[in-house]
T-cell receptor, first 114, second 114 residues
Framework: DQQVKQNSPSLSVQEGRISILNCDYT??????FLWYKKYPAEGPTFLIS?????DKNEDGRFTVFLNKSAKHLSLHIVPSQPGDSAVYFC?????????????FGKGTLLTVNP | DAGVIQSPRHEVTEMGQEVTLRCKPI?????LFWYRQTMMRGLELLIY????????DSGMPEDRFSAKMPNASFSTLKIQPSEPRDSAVYFC????????????FGPGTRLTVT
């Protein structure tokens, strides 16, 4: 049972355009969400996060939007650059009690074409 | 600052052999995680240590897998005997305050069992 789903295995965009990566979750206990970026032969690198008390968090070219009622979050990259080409993982956690896990989606491969 | 260090980066071994993967977490982090990444299952959490104590090993697939953390700066994941289906990339990650916030990943060990 996948609690965090990234339904698009891949996405291709032109340099300078917006990239939108989507993520859905099913566990209503999740209250903290993260995006990781992974280049080939490297480990995932933390990119940006958002708490459930917010609906938007921005860091430079990266913005994460959270729609709690739809259990959906998205990562916007504007403008997209060729160096953004990587696999992007969405992750979620429930911070209450003894929880400690990040639950990851299976990733979306973003290709930014020059 | 040094990130999470893993060794070896690549390991090729024959079925039935013992394999030991090593991890040095970020200094000061009190939580350590071992993950396995495969195409079919994505990133799976194998085991979680907090303050050097194994808290949850429910993700360890079989008794052939074992993990230790003898001190705050070193952990091992051992597979004995190894099987071809163990072929995957194994990541170690560390964090502060448990794992529900940002976890920092090492570069991974690509294991191939022939």
């Amino acid at each position: 049972d996948q609690q965090v789903k990234q339904n698009s295995p891949s996405l291709s965009v032109q340099e300078g355009r917006i990239s939108i990566l989507n993520c859905d979750y099913t566990n209503s206990m999740f209250d903290y969400f993260l995006w990781y970026k992974k280049y080939p032969a490297e480990g995932p690198t933390f990119l940006i996060s958002i708490s459930s008390i917010k609906d938007k968090n921005e860091d430079g070219r990266f913005t994460v939007f959270l729609n709690k009622s739809a259990k959906h979050l998205s990562l916007h990259i504007v403008p997209s650059q060729p160096g953004d080409s990587a696999v992007y993982f969405c992750a979620a956690s429930a911070r209450g009690g003894s929880n400690y896990k990040l639950t990851f989606g299976k990733g979306t491969l973003l290709t930014v074409n020059p | 600052d040094a990130g999470v260090i893993q060794s070896p980066r690549h390991e090729v071994t024959e079925m039935g052999q013992e394999v030991t993967l090593r991890c040095k977490p970020i200094s000061g982090h009190n939580s350590l995680f071992w993950y396995r990444q495969t195409m079919m299952r994505g990133l799976e959490l194998l085991i979680y240590f907090n303050n050097n104590v194994p808290i949850d090993d429910s993700g360890m697939p079989e008794d052939r897998f074992s993990a230790k953390m003898p001190n705050a700066s070193f952990s091992t994941l051992k597979i004995q005997p190894s099987e071809p289906r163990d072929s995957a990339v194994y990541f170690c990650a560390s964090s502060l305050f448990g794992g529900v916030y940002e976890q920092y990943f090492g570069p991974g060990t690509r294991l191939t069992v022939t």
